[in-house]
Nanobody, 123 residues
Framework: QLQLVESGGGSVLPGGSLRLSCAAS????????MGWYRQAPGKQRELVAA???????NYADSVKGRFTISRDNAKNTVYLQMNSLKPEDTAVYYC?????????????????WGQGTQVTVSS
């Protein structure tokens, strides 16, 4: 069974920093793109940052220059370093990974989601 387990959320003052981690475990043949999404109350889930297996990244305009996404392929883990946090960054942050599994007969690729971790930025 495949799992994405997030950690690192919490409460922080404006201007502070947090680092989110998401580790994938289980039957994994390959992890393709990985990313972080967030959903604030009353709003749609939005892409924050994404990274390919080769290390190419893209960011939402609202977080460029403040957030950095990275991954450790050997550990099947993706990170999100968040600096200069603002109250508008408050949301539940979700890890996403495009995971390929091999059953012994065929390959199956699909999006997987973590359970979400709360990030609150408030004075």
């Amino acid at each position: 069974q495949l799992q994405l387990v997030e950690s690192g959320g919490g409460s922080v003052l404006p201007g502070g920093s947090l680092r989110l981690s998401c580790a994938a475990s289980g039957n994994i043949f390959r992890i393709n793109a990985m990313g972080w999404y967030r959903q604030a109350p009353g709003k749609q889930r939005e892409l924050v940052a994404a990274i390919t297996s080769g290390g190419s990244t893209n960011y939402a305009d609202s977080v460029k220059g403040r957030f950095t996404i990275s991954r450790d392929n050997a550990k099947n883990t993706v990170y999100l370093q968040m600096n200069s946090l603002k109250p508008e960054d408050t949301a539940v942050y979700y890890c996403n990974a495009d995971v390929t599994q091999y059953s012994g007969m065929y390959y199956d690729s699909r999006d997987r989601w973590g359970q979400g971790t709360q990030v609150t930025v408030s004075s």
